[in-house]
T-cell receptor, first 110, second 117 residues
Framework: KQEVTQIPAALSVPEGENLVLNCSFTDSAIYNLQWFRQDPGKGLTSLLLIQSSQREQTSGRLNASLDKSSGRSTLYIAASQPGDSATYLCAVINRRALTFGSGTRLQVQP | GAGVSQSPSNKVTEKGKDVELRCDPI?????LYWYRQRLGQGLEFLIY????????KSGLPSDRFSAERTGESVSTLTIQRTQQEDSAVYLC???????????????FGPGTRLTVT
């Protein structure tokens, strides 16, 4: 059974800092890995998708890497802003559905 | 284009009543997924549809839960004889699911918040 772990569970940083969120998964036979953000009381917004054949994806200030053999992914956020405050979720697809980590709750202080 | 929509956005029901939750996926997306997120907990997979068929129902928590999809479009998640532990946000997602790779990116709706009193 796939298990996804995210650390840290919570993170508070001052505005402008670069930060790294970590995700690990136990079964490396994945199709894709997706990073989402979830704002309180709202649904999920897809940030980045990394296919199993890829090693990284970039979108604006976000960069996600994937090391499938070691079962790890990182989400790098450059020059953090208060608007980045949210819960960040990592999810992997084995066969059909996503298996989610428990998330990292990020607070960026102005 | 339009994203995934869900209705109702909020539902309060009494214990023992049946409820129906609706999901309208992105047009042309062949795969549809239901997830549940209880307060303070992570997202749990419930059921997956490819077309109108559900090859994976492994996440349904009990036989009180059922789902159907028609016309390779709208899906309904039904919970019979609701219990307080069914209180959660129910999220629906869809993906193109043709070919490989990026076609499996899942797009989520805003969710239905179900409260069982």
């Amino acid at each position: 059974k796939q298990e996804v772990t995210q650390i840290p569970a919570a993170l508070s940083v001052p505005e402008g800092e670069n930060l790294v969120l970590n995700c690990s998964f136990t079964d490396s036979a994945i199709y894709n890995l997706q990073w989402f953000r979830q704002d309180p009381g709202k649904g999920l917004t897809s940030l980045l998708l990394i296919q199993s054949s890829q090693r990284e994806q970039t979108s604006g200030r976000l960069n996600a890497s994937l090391d499938k053999s070691s079962g790890r992914s990182t989400l790098y956020i450059a020059a953090s802003q208060p608007g980045d405050s949210a819960t960040y979720l990592c999810a992997v697809i084995n066969r059909r559905a996503l298996t989610f980590g428990s998330g990292t709750r990020l607070q960026v202080q102005p | 284009g339009a994203g995934v929509s869900q209705s109702p956005s909020n539902k309060v029901t009494e214990k023992g009543k049946d409820v129906e939750l609706r999901c309208d996926p992105i047009s042309g997306h062949t795969a549809l997924y239901w997830y549940r997120q209880r307060l303070g907990q992570g997202l749990e997979f419930l059921i997956y549809f490819q077309g109108n068929s559900a090859p994976d129902k492994s996440g349904l928590p009990s036989d009180r839960f059922s789902a159907e999809r028609t016309g390779e479009s709208v899906s309904t998640l039904t919970i019979q004889r609701t219990q307080q532990e069914d209180s959660a946000v129910y999220l629906c997602a869809s993906s193109l699911a043709r070919g490989q790779g990026a076609d499996y990116e899942q797009y989520f709706g805003p969710g239905t918040r179900l409260t069982v009193t």
